[in-house]
């Protein structure tokens, strides 16, 4: 691996943002030098990124951590029946559809490497538990629902992640992936249920907002539906969406990247450009490609402190660095720039499954 990823897995291991309970905070907060609390969905992306180092380096070093994390997920968050936001005591307790799709996916990855069956038994409690517990009485899925009553949360259209949308489309690949698993069928229905709306209702979720910030947010919701795509890239409707997605999300980010950045979006559009290309839905402008990478290599901290140096910093608004060094920037930063090192070296496609 370059410097860069060296740095940045370091920092995964080393800074403290995975606590000794295995759970990963949400971030650092580099002006109050300290973490926030765990969130079990980060948690799920780190363990993904775990798994993925450890695949891609061929290093045992990645092992226990990625089985804290995992264990974490199976013994302390998952209680049965549900899986919170948030585990700290005292805590509103929620649950996010989208949160539960990205856990999924990841013990999934957990089980393949490892083949511990605690793994798979919870992740198909937890397909089950999504496919029930949050089908809405309009035929779509709940972003949030309250705990422990599993009552709906009131939505916030003026909120994505309060609003059912096309970036649910990325939580369902877990289902997709769960009944590739089980040879069940029925854990595909959210997936398909999600696909088949948004691509009828894509074209409106940008911008979406009249502040170029929150646009900005969107962007990063609306790359999950794009990466959503990959498992029917192949099929014309799919690949014309992912095509005209990437076209838009390259609009607006021009747009935007004066008054605020941020390193996921970066990373995400990078990412989703090196798949697009592999899965033939749309060519890869090598030279916007090589610029998104350059840019997204400016978000890793440079600091003495070894809490922050080699993490990513989540954003920027007016060329000033906001105060969160972010796990999630991080691991989306890292694998864009390790695709991008293999897109350029020649090296065969990634599936879509390793998609962090």
Partial sequence: MTEILERASRWLIESGVQQPCGGVARYYRTDVKQNVPVSTEITGYVLGTFLYLSAATRRRGFCGPA??????LTHHAWNGESMPFETEPGQNQYTYFFDCGIILSNLLAAWRATREPEFFDVAKDLGAAMAVDFASDVGDYHPVLRL?????V???????????????????????????ETGDPRFREPYDCILESALRNYGSFLPGHPDPCKVVDRLHAFLYFLEGLLPRAGEKRCAAALCDG????SHHLAETAFEF????????LLRIRIYADWVGAVPLNRETAEYEAAALAEFQVESDDPREDGGFYFGRKAGEWLPYVNPVSTVFAL??????????GGCPPTHWRALI
Avoid at 148 to 152: D, E, R, S, T, V
Avoid at 165 to 179: E, R, S, T, V
Avoid at 335 to 344: G, T, V
């Fill in 67 to 72: 089985l804290a994390a995992a264990r974490f």
């Fill in 148 to 152: 422990p009553g599993k009552q709906p």
């Fill in 154 to 180: 009131e939505r916030d259209c003026s909120r994505w992640s309060r609003s059912a949308g096309c970036y649910q489309l990325k939580a369902a690949m877990g289902c997709w992936d769960l009944a590739d």
């Fill in 246 to 249: 990437i076209r838009r999300v």
């Fill in 261 to 268: 950045e941020r390193a996921d979006v970066y990373a995400q």
């Fill in 335 to 344: 694998q864009a720039l390790a695709l991008w090192e293999r897109h350029s």
